[in-house]
């Protein structure tokens, strides 16, 4: 036995490759991404959209948005730095540096959670101007329990870069797990006592476990007994300075949420939770992809730039662009079609009734166009990051707020809440334009493929087409069966290359672990 244990530990810290460490994450992020189902699952069929989950929400807000801007740009810095230090074979710096950083966060962030608490009236207001006396008074009493939310979220994204930028892919995607695991429980319960409160329980301690099994893994890479040294000094001020046009760029990002809230809130009851399922329901989708490949990709980018390998980065922007829209466009075809049915299936059950579907699903179409962008932009930018030309993300996000709340004037009227949703698409569509033409000049390089981009939207538009025309002239069952079908193959088309890829090392490892035993 503990032999056993011995060798399932050095498996989950043992660096991984792109391909593996992808493998890896994709693996257990779709078995989290089900726990994720199943969670949202639970929710709707406890509170469906009332208000008080629309308060619930606002309440939570500003501490996972505005923490996130602190350690999300930190953490996102710590990787290419870290992966400089660790370059220079000084192991104790680097575990300096690490500790101090992960220090000097929490601080902001205990600071960012006793100002929630002090003033949560001005959180509320500034996240849902719009809001009901009602709702407004129900999230301002639950604001005043989330000031642990900032510090707990946040040492959940720091921790975790110490496991990316060690390319421990494996013990990552098994600590995702833990959240859910904990999370649906609390929920179920707890919701006779705390009602919709219930949901900001399980978050706490989901999040908490989850903080707990890092600290474990990354232990070994800090040291809190050279805390006050100034060794890493240097170190940290470059993170800082680095990171801070990330911290404006996502403050503008928030900017951007509160703008799609305040909109929200001005429309009926139930509106603001149905954006927030819709929006859960796409991240679902795009992370199982995003968070696979991105991890790893990221982690490679900054070495490329180490390196100053201009080819291997080349190489990297377009197997990971291709790979990314071979996955999603007829992914995101297939959601168009299948929405309504998909959330009615996954959610409408309890007290998420047949109008709380029509409106999710009305947001979810909205959003579709984001599925396909959201992970290229993400690219993109990832890479100005790996690069350290972080001013860019600063420029765009700027330029999203105000596009963002043009479009929402323009097409709230129209199409109420989808229009919320199609103003995010149409920013994106402009700010992943605007980026790839910048980064090909700077660079000097291309690397879309085009040509594919072209077949795969002459493929999958006329079967969008085509499934809508035949959907009220065929029985509504062999209707799902035939368009799963047909995307299916689809799919498998353009994607069988990887798929084979996935296939030959999943029997590879198979082969070694036979041969091992």
Known sequence: MPKRLDALKTMLIRPQTVAT???????????????????????????????????????????????????SAMATMMIPIYIDIKSKKDPVLLRQYTTQTIFLSSFLLIIFGFFLVLFP?????????KFGDREMAYAISKLKFVGILPL????????????????????????????????????????PFFSESSYLLAFISGTLAMD??????????????????????????????????????ASLSVINNIVDKAFASALPPGSISSMRFAQTIRAMITSLIITSLMTTVFTELSETSAKKDMKSLVFRLNKTSTDLFNFLIPLTAWLIIVAQPLISLLLQRGAFTSDSTSLVSSAF???????????????????????????????????????????????I?????????????LVNIFSSTILYVYLSRTFKIRF??????????????PIIIVSKLLESHMNHIVWLIVVNLVFALTFILFNRKILLQIMNKMLMLLKSKRAKN
């Open 413 to 425: 009227e129209r199409f109420g809440l989808m229009g919320i949703a199609l103003s995010s698409s």
């Open 365 to 411: 179409l909205g959003y579709s166009l984001i599925l396909i962008l959201a992970p290229f932009y993400n690219l993109l930018l990832n890479t100005m990051t790996a690069y350290k030309k972080t001013h860019i993300t600063f420029f765009m996000s700027a330029m999203s707020v105000g596009l963002n709340f043009l479009f929402n004037s323009l097409l």
């Open 21 to 71: 460490g992808t493998l890896s994450i994709m693996f257990f992020t779709l078995i989290s991404k089900f726990l994720g189902f199943v969670r949202e699952m639970v929710l709707a069929a406890q509170f469906g959209t009332s208000w008080r989950l629309d308060a619930l929400i606002i309440a939570m807000d500003p501490a996972l948005q505005i923490s996130g801007i602190i350690s």
């Open 212 to 249: 707990l099994m890092l600290f474990i893994f990354v232990r070994k890479k800090l040291n809190f007994r050279t805390l006050f040294k100034s060794n890493s000094a240097a170190h940290i001020r470059r993170t800082l300075f680095l990171a801070a046009p990330l911290m404006f760029s």
């Open 121 to 129: 009236d001005f959180f509320i207001k500034l996240f849902a101007p």
């Open 448 to 461: 879309l493929n085009k040509k594919r981009i072209a077949v795969l939207c002459l493929v999958t538009i």
């Open 152 to 191: 707990i979220n946040g040492l959940n994204i720091l921790l975790t870069s110490i496991l990316k930028a060690e390319k421990i892919y494996m013990a990552y995607s098994i600590t995702q797990l833990l959240y859910n695991i904990v999370a649906i429980p609390v929920i179920i319960c707890f919701a």
